[in-house]
């Protein structure tokens, strides 16, 4: 995956769990739960269907890599599972 793809898919995420807002206008070094307005439960739910979708674990002690856009996005492409072109 390229990094714009792992970004899509960052968004995507960040939509599902909080449609009623545009990830997209956030800055990537933003904390999304602050910006969107999510619970614990919803950055959870994030989490999860990252994993999910990209295929990738995710331990518990790295979530707080994921609190920004651009940090899930650096986080991601550093997965050997995602193979990011650089």
Not at 31 to 59: C, G, W
């Amino acid at each position: 995956m390229t990094r714009e793809e792992i970004r899509t898919a960052v968004l995507e995420g960040l939509s599902n769990i909080a449609p009623e807002t545009d990830p997209g206008g956030i800055g990537d070094q933003a904390d999304v739960r602050e910006a969107l307005d999510i619970d614990s439960m919803d950055f959870l739910n994030f989490v999860t269907a990252l994993h999910a979708r990209l295929k990738v674990d995710i331990p518990e002690a790295d979530y707080p890599k994921l609190l920004t856009i651009g940090g899930a996005v650096a986080y991601l492409s550093a997965k050997p599972a995602l193979t990011v072109p650089r």
